[in-house]
């Protein structure tokens, strides 16, 4: 029996840390207005990026180059 209890309360002891954690934080929590403000630039910024990523690849499709040509024999080189 002795262990037992023993064993339940060291559990006890281990688990109330992890419960601490969460006292606090919740969805109770309102965010403030300068997380608000940060959320809504870090979305923009977001925005800006895809967008430009897309212009890239349009662009880019088409014009395709090889920054490898010049260290590369040509064909004639190769069958002399």
Do not use: F
């Not at 029996?1 to 419960?19: C, F, G, Q, T, Y």
């Not at 880019?60 to 064909?75: F, H, I, L, V, Y």
């Amino acid at each position: 029996m002795r262990k037992i209890v023993i064993a339940v309360a060291a559990l006890a002891m281990l688990a109330a840390p992890a419960l601490a954690q969460r006292r606090g934080g919740g969805a109770a929590q309102q965010p403030s207005a300068e997380e608000m403000s940060k959320k809504q630039q870090a979305e923009a910024l977001d925005q800006q990026y895809k967008a430009t990523l897309k212009r890239m690849n349009k662009d880019g499709a088409t014009a395709r180059t090889d920054p490898w040509s010049n260290m590369r024999e040509t064909s004639d080189a190769t069958k002399k």
